[in-house]
């Protein structure tokens, strides 16, 4: 759901934009934006610099994008695009299956599950060390009398 306010600040970039890429957008989508836009909203676009995020919602970004992927692009640019969006898709993809492979996770469980267990074989062997020598202290306080 876009915000009436988003609807206005789309609607103002419009203005500023030249009337053949802007007739490129359906009447349909137009009118939308102009019925739907907040009037009372105050905008704080910069002509000069129209794409600066302090003066943009990130939301109107987003909807110009669409509309230049959808109305503005042409089919090469278009795929160049997609092209873009597989690569970074199968980057991703690749980067979860290394991440969370089954193999491997259950291999990082039975390391960790060694490594505990010899861990807790030493304190074990430690602690029977640490009380062997108070059990021959006190064995030595007893005898020696």
Same mark, same amino acid.
């Given at each position: 759901m876009i915000s009436s306010n988003t609807y206005k600040e789309v609607y103002e970039i419009l203005s500023y934009m030249d009337k053949i890429t802007v007739m490129k957008i359906p009447e349909s989508i137009l009118n939308r934006i102009k019925e739907q836009r907040n009037i009372d909203f105050q905008t704080r676009i910069d002509k &000069?610099?129209?794409f600066n995020e302090e003066n943009v919602s990130q939301e109107t970004i987003d909807f110009l994008c669409w509309l230049n992927y959808k109305y503005w692009l042409n089919e090469e640019q278009k795929k160049k695009i997609d092209r873009i969006k597989l690569d970074k898709y199968k980057e991703l993809e690749e980067y979860k299956k290394k991440?969370?492979?089954d193999a491997d996770i259950f291999n990082r &469980? =039975? +390391?960790k599950k060694n490594s505990d267990? =010899?861990? +807790?074989? +030493?304190?074990d062997c430690q602690e029977k060390n640490f009380i062997r020598r108070i059990f021959n202290k006190i064995k030595k306080i007893f005898y020696n009398r």
């Open positions: &000069k610099d129209i991440k969370y492979n &469980k =039975q +390391i267990i =010899q861990e +807790i074989a +030493i304190l």
